[in-house]
Nanobody, 124 residues
Framework: QVQLVESGGGLVQAGGSLRLSCADS????????MGWFRQAPAKEREFVAS????????SYAESVKGRFTISRDNTKNTMYLQMTSLKPEDTAVYYC?????????????????WGQGTQVTVSS
């Protein structure tokens, strides 16, 4: 069982940066692909970024490519999302998720475990 806890969200001005963390309290973190998704008010949850278990493969939504960087440290059972050049449209609840599927899947149905989410608010 993978239990995920996000942290690092908050309020930031447009153009600013934040780093989100996702800590896994289970024992099989390194066996899972990991991903970040987000959900803005009145919108569906959308894919943000994903990373394979070995860090050999990453994938990004077009809207964040070049601004966000996903990474993981399997020795610390933690995944990160470094967000730079933030825009008001990045405002959402950000969720981390774990998938038993190899690679860096982009679709939410591939993910079996989810965190509770952390709020990111970008002011203009």
């Amino acid at each position: 069982q993978v239990q995920l806890v996000e942290s690092g969200g908050g309020l930031v001005q447009a153009g600013g940066s934040l780093r989100l963390s996702c800590a896994d309290s289970g024992r099989t973190f390194s066996s899972y692909s990991m991903g970040w998704f987000r959900q803005a008010p009145a919108k569906e949850r959308e894919f943000v970024a994903s990373i394979s278990w070995s860090c050999g493969s990453t994938s990004y939504a077009e809207s964040v490519k070049g601004r966000f960087t996903i990474s993981r440290d399997n020795t610390k059972n933690t995944m990160y999302l470094q967000m730079t050049s933030l825009k008001p449209e990045d405002t959402a609840v950000y969720y981390c998720a774990a998938s038993p599927i190899a690679g860096a899947p982009r679709y939410s149905s591939a993910y079996s475990d989810w965190g509770q989410g952390t709020q990111v608010t970008v002011s203009s």
